[in-house]
Structures are given as structure tokens and as C-alpha cells.
């Protein structure tokens, strides 16, 4: 425990507390497994909130990285580079959008987003300028800008941090009523997750997601959905919004696109919305450099060549086939798609931290997410074989007292 210790102590002394990590330092990674400064190797649960979905240090990402740091790593857009075009070709042949444009965190993709949707709705819709209503969930998680965290609807992530960023109406999540009450002549879009993975893995009635692109039609508003974390084959397909067949205008992704190595996100459309972007109007000065194109393009590749969403999908089903068979006890509800699962614990066993706490113990890292909520997800290079030995701890530890 000291060399730990050490570390810890330099983190809790010089770094500002926004954060409340399991205390595990970690020093080396290697696909589904991590490593510790004592030596002890984990099983990563979490994946970086599905950063990656393809391991930690793949081989193939990790050569494009270096061969890409070799020879050019930033020029800024005012120049061009022979990396960004490859990846915005490789995004549209994969994703089928005409158009896309990349920035670096997800919450800059999000914010992207919006100012899209906004100028969308005055120059295509004709909304009164300035205006433009974009309708968010209850219960959304989209980032921690300052314009994102006016429409939280989690207190602690907005208090004490306003003014807020008004043009923003909050509607129940998976009650299309609650849609339909809330669309006015001035709503220009909807911001939806299509499973609200930090809220607790919160899966929508079958056909919400359906019905809301069929509103958005009705009423031309923009669908836009954030699958920054349940997109590129978290859920078993490779965004979560194929569930139901539902094809937002604006997708706006991040997280696995950087294959855990390099941060880059992107939002994503066709050329009649994307399109209205002039020069100028927005930017980033390290948003579509050549090391993060080359980076995220390696990062599909192996989405693809790996056959990562349907080992999601299989692996997934296997894991929640699993769970399901386990006592009660102490389980309130198992819900997930693909290798996204959530195992909500029963309330009065006051959280589910001391379970995340007891797992780690026996080698395997999870995190909750909203107090009650277990969130399972592996890297989806994961394998049966290393399932067959996780998930019997799992199950002991999900019975204890
Ligand atoms: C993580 C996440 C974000 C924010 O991404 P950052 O890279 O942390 O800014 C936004 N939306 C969803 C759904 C996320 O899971």
C-alpha cells in the first residue's frame, strides 16, 4: 500500500478535489486488464466510460499513433493536413452522414451541436433570431461546459456555477407527451441520449426513441442524439439509435473514437445541416489535428475489422443472461444492451460504492453511477473466457450481506 499511498497523497495535496476515485494507481494497461503500482492486475469494468471500447493500448492504434507522432502532430486549421480528410471520409463511409466536424472532448461536440441546431433553426427554419428553444431530458448527462450544465437536471453539477445559459426546456425522458406539450414554433431541436448511461443506464420504453424521430419529422425539428458513450458498439450496435431504427440529423460522438490514446470528437450530419457552417464561425485550434485523425481513424478500424459491436451484442446478452439468473438479494433491477449493463442495488443498502469497493478487492474495477447503479462495461474486445471467470466474483459479491 505505500507506493499507492504516495500517489495519492500528491493527488489529494496539489489537485483540486472534483473527483472521488476508488484508490487504485493504476501504472500500465494492457487490453481488458490494468495494472497497479503494487503489482495487482485488475479487470477494467469501466472502460473510461466507454473511451475504450477497444482496450487499453491496442496494437493497432497505438502503431498509427506513433508512426503519426513521427511525422506531423498539429498544424492548427489554418493549414491543411493529409490525415483529416481520411478521417472524415472514413466517418461517412461507416456512419453514412454526408459531413462531419471534429473537435476534442465530448462536451465541445455537444456544444457544437448546439450552435448548429441554433443556426440551423434561423437560417433554414426561420426562427425569430435568438429565439431557438432546444429541448433536453430529465436526467441528462452531456458534459460540464458552462452552457451544458444550465440544462442539467442534477443539481450538484449546475449549483453555485450560474448564470446559467437560458433556450433550453426540460422534458420527462421516455414520455413522448411530455415532447408534444413541450414543442412550440420556436423549438428547433431535441438533445437526447439514447440510453442515459451516467443517470444510471436508463433505457427508454421500446419505441420512444421511434416516436420522437417521428415528432421531430412532424414538426421540423432536429434530432440530435448524444452517443458519445453508447455509440460505436457500446450497446451491440454501433449507435445505440439503430435499436429502433432511428437515424438522428446530428450524432455527435467521442469518447471510444479516440481508442483511449488521444481525445477527439465529432458531431456528425448530412450536407443540408452541416453545410450552414461558414469559415470562421467556429473552431478549435487542436480539433482535427493530423495525430487525433490518425489516432480515431485506427480506433474505427478496429471497430470494424474486430467485429466489436457484435462481440457487444453477444457478450452482452451472455452477461445480462448471467446476471439475471443470480439470487435477488440485493438486486433491485438489471437492465443494459449489449456490454452496457447497470445492476441497480436495492435502495436501503445505502449505495453501491462498498460493492465497488469489495470488487476491486477481488481484481475487478467498476464504478457506480448515480449511488444505486453498478455500471458493467468491459472493453468490447473482452472474451467469453475472461467473462466466465469475472462474473462468478460478481455474483458472490452481489450476495454478500
Ligand atoms: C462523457 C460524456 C459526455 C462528455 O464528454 P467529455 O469528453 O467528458 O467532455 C457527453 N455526453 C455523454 C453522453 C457522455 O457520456
Redesign the pocket.
Known sequence: MHQSEYFINLEEEYGAHNYHPLDVVLTKGQGVWVYDVEGNRYLDCLSA???LNQGHNHPRIRQAMIDQLDRLTLTSRAFRNDKLGLLYKKLSDMTGYEMSLPMN??????ETAIKVARKWAYVKKGIERYQAEILVAEGN????TTTIISFTSTEKYKHDFGPFTPGFKMVKFGDVDSIQNAITKNTAAILI?PIQ??SGIIIPPTGYLKAVEELCRANEILLIA?????GLGRTGKLFACEHEAVRPDIM?I??ALSGGFY?V?AILADKSILGIIQPGEHGSTFGGNPLGAAVAVAALEVIEEENLVENSRILGEYMKDYLEEVPQKNILDIRGKGLFVGVELKHELGGVRRFAEVLQKKGILVKETHVHTLRLAPPLIINQETLDWMLPILRQVLLMD
Request: charged share 25%; no cysteine; hydrophobic share 25%.
Open positions: 466510460y466507454s473511451a472532448s465530448g462536451a465541445e461536440a455537444v448527462f452531456h458534459g460540464r441520449e448511461g451516467e448524444d452517443e458519445i458513450q453508447t455527435v467521442g469518447k481525445p470528437s
